[in-house]
């Protein structure tokens, strides 16, 4: 099956790709179609995956699927959250979201910097789908004291993975998909998709 998958964070692509293929669905980024972002105008990561899978279906015509994720913070009270992506302003980049995650957590010791990502994923069969598929995973970690790393996107730097004593940043593509919120909610959707074929 053809998919636009609708995302402009090319750490997201990249990931997709990965773990898609193996499958043998054709995910196509949505900047192939040239589509318009949308307004993340939502609340939940639900209603903005749904926002923006249902803005590429409309504009492509095909099935479309999007991921809306983030980082909740324990000890600020689950911030950023939705925000994730605009933390530190408008068009922020990942260098400036996490200096002021550290910032905000300069005084939180170590065994209360507790965090998770998280991630939804909608698809739409068409663009007026009523009942879209939706799946989501978490990723259970703490938030470490200075960034490392090289790999990844966003807050990977800062996303320590206790039981590896690694950032996101710091561990294997391979090994970040496996255990990942993205990679969590992506198994589910390929579940969903296959025992909708059985049905
Ligand atoms: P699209 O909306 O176009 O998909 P985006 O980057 O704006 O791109 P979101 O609104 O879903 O996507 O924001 C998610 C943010 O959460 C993202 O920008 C990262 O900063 C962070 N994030 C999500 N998954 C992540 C991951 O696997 N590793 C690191 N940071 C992640």
């Not at 993340?40 to 015509?61: D, P, Q, W």
């Not at 938030?143 to 730097?157: N, V």
Request: hydrophobic share 40%; aromatic share 6%; glycine share 10%.
């Amino acid at each position: 099956m053809q998919i636009v998958l609708a995302t402009g964070n090319p750490g997201k692509v990249k990931e997709f790709q990965q773990l898609l293929a193996p499958t043998g669905h054709q995910v196509r980024p949505q900047s192939d179609f040239h589509v318009p972002e949308a307004e993340e105008t939502g609340l939940t990561f639900v209603e903005n995956a749904i926002i923006k899978a249902r803005n590429a279906a409309r504009h492509t015509g095909l099935p479309a699927m999007a991921d809306d994720s983030g980082i909740e913070v324990d000890a600020l009270d689950g911030a950023p959250g939705i925000y994730s992506a605009r933390y530190a302003g408008p068009g922020a980049d990942a260098r400036a979201n996490n200096q002021k995650l550290l910032e905000a957590l300069r005084d939180v010791p170590e065994d209360q910097r507790t965090a998770r990502f998280r991630c939804v994923i909608a698809f739409l069969r068409h663009a007026e789908d009523p009942s879209p598929v939706l799946t989501q995973g978490t990723w259970t970690g703490r938030i470490a004291l200075a960034p490392a790393g090289e790999g990844g996107h966003g807050y990977d730097p800062v996303f320590l993975v206790p039981e590896l004593g690694q950032t996101a940043a710091e561990i294997h593509a391979d090994e970040k998909n496996r255990r990942s919120h993205r990679g969590q909610a992506l198994a589910a959707f390929l579940e969903a998709l296959r025992r909708e074929g059985a049905e």
